[in-house]
């Protein structure tokens, strides 16, 4: 039964009165799943506060649910944890801010909504880890910036490098050497009382991190074309400010996530597009077809070749009517197919694609709702078991054609698991769905509004534990069945 006061406990129609019992209970994992529910009323929030455990409070208050007046004074945390919730006054941020521990100085330091002052308080504390953490920081004011790239410690400087207000003046000085004067601490020794014999590892990392910055001077990335830290040169191959040059040498980079970061680079010229294009990496041939600014013919020449991914495509999203009208007309099958998954997509071409022959099209067209729910029938004629996920996905699919999916022996587990959730289901076609061999669809009907209730109370009971907590997360389980579980569990 434990498992059912779990699915309780996550159920949205769980009553304020049940709620209050399954609290009282003490079952630590039930505690734990109450605070995890969305949308907490201050009622429930102070009476999971009344447990007084720690761990159970800490998550509440960081999470921004506890006002400051109502976290309780013996709470261990109530500093730290009001401060990272939001919840605490500007006071408290100060105070945190000369806390003893200097882990906790470091959160305060990388708290995204610090104030600026208490930034630039720790901007100045003697651990190079929390100094590192205020360089970083978007509100640390940035006339300190300058200062703290000439910290001894690279750590701090590879943080200053990192901080998106950084100027290109001086992300062009970290860049070049990892600034001056030259550092006498690394992330090795920063907190050593000897220094490390050589920091150019550290260094190294100070001007790798410049060299990700966006507003990095392009003309300082020279050096690092041919770097061998792939994470930075996949990073900055993605400006759409980089010289003519230094794009058709990252295209013919060693590596292929770099050439693919290129590929997909709508700075890049047609012609060296058409030459990523013939790319022996098929995910650098993929992703010239995610350019935003590949030509359409060119677009539809690598459909013809490549197994594309099935999604809407950046070009084809910004497609006029006429060049959506060109694909979905296309003789390459995946061309129409691309023109399927355009996120808005007329109601004509939806229709019209809908009589494709091709399955790949019948599979993206069927679960878009701009097409008439009485075309789905038509569908599922023509092309049989392969589309019955993608018409499940429909949010008009008729109930009968659902049963009448769901009965197919042909039919596959993920089109049954589109079906156990779909909003339309009925009872019967749930039923088949809870016969299916497939645990997650069976979970999925257990948990539908529209399971008789028999059914419902019998699955509570079942001896698969996660079917029983499926079901007691029912919303349609009324108030006295819940009463009836949690008193039977809790004797």
Request: hydrophobic residues 45%.
């Amino acid at each position: 039964m434990r498992e059912a006061l779990l699915g309780l406990a996550e159920n949205p129609a769980l009553p304020a009165g049940l709620f209050a019992r399954l609290v009282a209970s003490g079952d630590e994992e039930v505690l734990f799943t109450l605070a995890d529910r969305e949308r907490l009323t201050p009622p429930q929030i102070r009476l999971l506060l009344t447990v007084g455990n720690p761990s159970l409070t800490c998550p509440l208050v960081r999470g921004g649910l506890v006002p400051w007046p109502e976290i309780p004074p013996d709470h261990p945390g109530r500093l730290l944890d009001a401060v990272l919730g939001g919840v605490a006054p500007v006071a408290a941020w100060r105070k945190a801010a000369t806390d003893a521990d200097p882990e906790v100085r470091q959160e305060v330091a990388y708290a995204l909504d610090a104030p600026a002052d208490v930034i630039a308080s720790l901007a100045h504390d003697p651990d190079p880890a929390v100094v590192a953490g205020a360089a970083g920081s978007p509100h640390l004011p940035p006339e300190l910036l300058p200062h703290l790239a000439r910290h001894p410690s690279t750590v701090v400087r590879q943080a200053v490098a990192g901080n998106e207000n950084a100027p290109p003046s001086l992300l062009a000085a970290l860049l070049a050497d990892g600034g001056w004067p030259a550092p006498t601490r690394c992330g090795a020794c920063h907190r050593r009382e000897t220094e490390c014999a050589d920091h150019t590892p550290g260094i190294r990392r100070v001007r790798l991190a410049a060299a990700g910055h966006p507003a990095v001077p392009p003309e300082g990335l020279a050096d690092f074309l041919d770097a061998p830290e792939i994470w930075t040169v996949t990073t900055f191959a993605a400006r759409t400010d980089l010289p003519a040059d230094f794009l058709n040498r990252l295209a013919a980079h060693p590596s292929c996530d770099v050439r693919a970061v290129i590929a997909a680079n709508p700075a890049v010229p047609e012609a060296l597009l058409r030459t990523l294009a013939a790319d022996p990496a098929p995910e650098v041939r993929r992703a010239t077809a995610e350019n935003p600014a590949v030509p359409l013919g060119l677009l539809t020449t690598l459909a013809a070749r490549e197994r594309l991914p099935g999604e809407p495509a950046p070009r084809v999203e910004s497609a006029t009517e006429l060049e959506l009208r060109t694909l979905a007309t296309s003789r390459v099958a995946q061309a129409r197919a691309l023109a399927a998954d355009r996120t808005r997509l007329p109601g004509h071409l939806a229709e019209q694609l809908a009589t494709d022959p091709d399955i790949a099209v019948a599979q993206r067209i069927a679960a878009r709702p701009e097409l008439a729910p009485e075309r789905l029938t038509e569908l599922v004629e023509r092309h049989g078991p392969p589309v019955f996920a993608a018409v499940a996905r429909h949010p008009g699919c008729p109930a009968a054609l659902l049963h009448r999916m769901a009965a197919n022996p042909a039919g596959t587990s993920r089109a049954l698991r589109e079906i156990a959730r779909h909003p339309a289901a009925r009872s019967e076609t749930l039923l088949l769905c809870l016969a299916a061999r497939d645990s997650d669809t069976r979970r999925r009907a257990a948990a539908h509004p529209a399971l008789a209730l028999p059914v419902l109370e019998t699955l509570i009971d079942a001896a698969d534990s996660s079917l029983a907590r499926a079901a007691a997360n029912n919303p349609a389980l009324p108030e006295t069945v819940m009463e009836r579980v949690i008193t039977r569990a809790l004797r």
